[in-house]
Antibody, heavy 121, light 107 residues
Framework: EVQLVQSGAEVKKPGESLKISCKGS????????IGWVRQKPGKGLEWMGI????????RYSPSFQGQVTISADRSISTAYLQWSSLKASDTAMYYC??????????????WGQGTLVTVSS | EIVLTQSPGTLSLSPGERATLSCRAS??????LAWYQQKPGQAPRLLIY???SRATGIPDRFSGSGSGTDFTLTISRLEPEDFAVYYC?????????FGQGTKVEIK
């Protein structure tokens, strides 16, 4: 069974750093792209970026380029999303999701349960 | 960046009724469109990909159609568990983008 299990909720202050994780199981982690999606409270979904764990090829949506860093450690089947200096506007639910294996198919077939990040002074 | 506009924002229907949701792209995405369902407190779930192919385990009351810039998600007969928010997502070009969502609520 394919599963993506994300790290727990975080409460941080503005300016602090943070790294959240997403552990895949039930499939060959290195050969499937893993993406990150933001959902602000009461709002819609935003595509942040995506990484291929096999070689760490990473693509960012322009809105998120330079704002976050996506990485992966294939040896422990885990992808990461990190911030160097959080802002209050980063408060949101963050989902990781697996890209479908079908060619030309940049949509997500499995999702993690989400990690709630709250940034408040 | 391709903008996806979903309509209506909210659809108020009764169980057993037919739901028709629209997603319009600002430029052609061919058939590279997916639909997701999201219930409160849950992660999104893939319903439709390639504009009209149902994902694994999705009931056949869900169907998708369209190509180019105009797409439709139809739920033939609403079940109680179908009341949720639905998002379209295009993957015809980068950056991939989502629509703002349509909420299907109980009338």
């Amino acid at each position: 069974e394919v599963q993506l299990v994300q790290s727990g909720a975080e409460v941080k202050k503005p300016g602090e750093s943070l790294k959240i994780s997403c552990k895949g199981s039930g499939y060959s982690f290195p050969i499937y792209w893993i993406g990150w999606v933001r959902q602000k409270p009461g709002k819609g979904l935003e595509w942040m970026g995506i990484i291929f764990p096999g070689d760490s090829d990473t693509r960012y949506s322009p809105s998120f380029q330079g704002q976050v860093t996506i990485s992966a450690d294939r040896s422990i089947s885990t992808a990461y999303l990190q911030w160097s200096s959080l802002k209050a506007s980063d408060t949101a639910m963050y989902y990781c999701a697996r890209r479908s294996p079908n060619s030309s198919s940049w949509y997500f077939d499995y999702w993690g349960q989400g990690t709630l990040v709250t940034v408040s002074s | 960046e391709i903008v996806l506009t979903q309509s209506p924002g909210t659809l108020s229907l009764s169980p057993g009724e037919r739901a028709t949701l629209s997603c319009r792209a600002s430029q052609s995405v061919s058939s590279y469109l997916a639909w997701y369902q999201q219930k409160p407190g849950q992660a999104p779930r893939l319903l439709i990909y390639g504009a009209s192919s149902r994902a694994t385990g999705i009931p056949d009351r869900f169907s998708g159609s369209g190509s180019g810039t105009d797409f439709t998600l139809t739920i033939s007969r609403l079940e109680p568990e179908d009341f949720a928010v639905y998002y379209c997502q295009q993957y015809g070009s980068s950056p991939r983008t989502f629509g703002q969502g349509t909420k299907v609520e109980i009338k």
